[in-house]
């Protein structure tokens, strides 16, 4: 599994599964852009960095792609909002008109709409006959040829670059929605966190979420809450490499904000040596494995022991 270091795995997987489907959707906007809603609202991203996250996280193994819908799209710029406009079988022009014509079905005589009305009464100018309308009949003229048909071409005319395409021409373009890579993963081991997490004794959170003093909204992977403290908060950290001391310091700002009682580190695969010196300094118990689910053993172990 590899990710860039600046992609915090952890806080993914907690926002993920704090997602009920799971699914991130793509929507068309009005703009023409692809955008991904609520991925890029979790995340806190411009559009752009999103839809370049989410390919990151798809490339490294996190997240699957999922057809959402075949579009066409503007073979020049791309785009996904393209406008149908009608144009003429015989030329080609796109200046075409619809005009409504009417047939008596008695005399079969044929003309146009306002030769059939006379004051609110709809009748044939020919024979008299009182019209209905189903006896209107849709005709499309071209302005460039005059000639007249019924049944118009469609083509697409793209508001970005300004020019016109067969349908023919337009690009097929596959959108995806993205899940995690293996949904089971997170919930599996968020199962064992939890019940791990109960043999301590207490109000069990996975994602545990608490306000600290400042009053500041924190997230832990999770917490056991205690009558009126935070009896044990576990953070789990992961990294392609090394969990660094930026990584480790900002877990340790939310401890000396929220004060639980007691504070263990999961670092996956391992921690890096500045790291290790701020949490040997601050006297903070730490797990290292290359494991997420040997990591929870491990947890369990130590949450026994002292227990
Ligand atoms: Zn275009
Ligand atoms: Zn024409
Ligand atoms: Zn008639």
């Given at each position: 599994m590899k990710i860039s270091s600046d992609v915090d795995k952890d806080k993914f997987l907690i926002r993920l599964s704090m997602n009920k489907d799971g699914m991130i959707n793509p929507e068309i906007s009005v703009l023409s852009k692809l955008r991904y809603p609520s991925f890029k609202k979790l995340f806190d991203l411009d559009d752009e960095t999103a839809l370049f996250r989410l390919e990151e996280l798809e490339g490294a193994g996190l997240l699957k792609r999922v057809l959402w819908r075949t579009a066409l799209a503007?073979?020049?710029?791309?785009?996904?909002v393209l406008c149908v406009v009608l144009s003429c079988p015989s030329c080609g022009s796109t200046q075409v008109e619809v005009t409504n014509v009417v047939s008596c079905p008695v005399c079969k005589y044929r003309g146009g709409f306002e030769e059939f009305r006379s004051g609110r009464v709809f009748r044939c100018?020919?024979?008299?006959e009182h019209l209905s309308k189903k006896d209107i009949i849709r005709e499309y003229k071209c302005e460039n040829c005059n000639s007249l048909f019924s049944t118009p071409e469609k083509v697409y005319y793209c508001p970005v670059c300004k020019k016109t395409f067969s349908e023919a021409s337009l690009e097929e373009k596959p959108i995806f929605s993205y899940r995690i890579a293996d949904a089971r993963l997170g919930e599996h081991i968020s199962r064992r966190l939890k019940s791990v997490l109960n043999d301590v004794g207490g109000y069990v959170d996975v994602p545990g979420i608490v306000i600290g003093r400042s009053g500041v909204r924190h997230v832990f992977t999770g917490v056991v809450h205690s009558a009126d403290e935070i009896a044990l908060a576990v953070e789990v950290l992961m990294s392609d490499v090394y969990v660094g001391a930026d990584h480790v310091l900002r877990s340790l700002i939310k401890v000396l904000d929220v004060s639980p009682k007691r504070f263990i580190l999961i670092a996956i695969p391992r921690i890096s040596p500045e790291a290790r010196k701020i949490l040997e300094t601050n006297k903070v118990e730490l797990i290292e494995s290359s494991d997420l689910e040997e990591a929870v053993n491990g947890l369990e172990l130590l949450v026994r022991k002292k227990s």
């Open positions: 503007c073979p020049s710029c791309r785009n996904l100018p020919r024979c008299g």
